[in-house]
Nanobody
Framework: QVQLVESGGGLAQPGGSLRLSCTAPARIFGLFAMGWYRQGPGKEREWIASIRNSGHAEYADFVKGRFTISRDIYKNTVYLQMNSLKSEDTAVYYC?????????WGQGTQVTVSS
């Protein structure tokens, strides 16, 4: 079973920053587009950002200018840098690898934004 290993969640104050990491097996990282989703309390899972093998990144409107997705091809790792955090960013954040109809998910990491 393919595993995406996430880390970096935790507690942050409003206006603060966190960086999430997700490491994938090399055979996945080289073929799949990598992305991040989140699921807040009582909400459906929503897409945040994706980055393709070309390096092209796309973002949901609600994180543009605050979050940045990036990848390190030597570490097979994708990152989500989250700045200017808001209480509404509180959620479980999931790493995703996608290729055509094939989706692979990480286990999720909790991000809580609170003073």
């Amino acid at each position: 079973q393919v595993q995406l290993v996430e880390s970096g969640g935790g507690l942050a104050q409003p206006g603060g920053s966190l960086r999430l990491s997700c490491t994938a097996p090399a055979r996945i990282f080289g073929l799949f587009a990598m992305g991040w989703y989140r699921q807040g309390p009582g909400k459906e899972r929503e897409w945040i950002a994706s980055i393709r093998n070309s390096g092209h990144a796309e973002y949901a409107d609600f994180v543009k200018g605050r979050f940045t997705i990036s990848r390190d091809i030597y570490k097979n790792t994708v990152y989500l840098q989250m700045n200017s955090l808001k209480s509404e960013d509180t959620a479980v954040y999931y790493c995703n690898a996608q290729r055509f109809d094939n989706n692979i998910w990480g286990q999720g990491t909790q991000v809580t934004v609170s003073s």
